[in-house]
C-alpha cells in the first residue's frame, strides 16, 4: 500500500505532466482565437470577449498552476498545493461556460448583439 505522501506526490508529477502537455498543445489554440474578432461588431460582444479571455488564460493558468503548487508543497502548505494544481480546471469550466452562452444567446455568432 502507498502512503498518502507518495501518493500525492505521484498524483502531482502526472497532474505536473499533464497541464504542462495541455499548456503547450493549448498555445495555438490561443493565439488563433485572435481571428474570432475579424467579424464587425464582434469586438464589442461581451460573450465574445468573454471567450476569447477563458481561452487565452488556460495555457496561463496550465504552465503557472503545477509552478505554484510545487511551491506550495515546498512551503509545507499542502491543502493550498492541491488546490492550486486544480485552477486550471476554472478556465476549462469558463470556456464551455462562455461558449454555451456564445451559443444559446448568440447562435453561435461571434458579432451578435443580444439583449443585455
Keep these: 500500500m502507498v502512503n498518502g505522501t507518495e501518493w500525492t ?6 497532474l505536473t505532466i499533464l497541464w504542462v ?16 474578432f475579424d467579424a464587425p461588431g464582434s469586438d464589442g460582444n ?5 471567450f476569447a479571455v477563458s481561452l487565452w488564460s488556460f495555457p496561463v493558468l496550465a504552465a503557472a498552476s ?5 511551491g506550495a508543497r515546498v512551503a509545507g502548505a ?14 476549462i469550466v469558463a470556456v ?20 443585455w
Excluded at 9 to 14: A, D, F, N, S
Design 9 to 14: 506526490k505521484r498524483t502531482m508529477v502526472g
Design 21 to 36: 502537455v495541455s499548456a503547450v498543445s493549448a498555445v495555438p489554440v490561443a493565439l488563433f482565437s485572435m481571428f474570432m
Design 46 to 50: 461581451p460573450v465574445n470577449i468573454a
Design 66 to 70: 503545477p509552478l505554484a503548487s510545487w
Design 78 to 91: 499542502a491543502k493550498v498545493s492541491k488546490l492550486l494544481m486544480a485552477a486550471p480546471v476554472l478556465s
Design 96 to 115: 464551455i461556460v462562455s461558449w454555451a452562452a456564445l451559443e444559446l444567446l448568440c447562435g453561435g455568432s461571434f458579432s451578435c448583439h443580444s439583449r
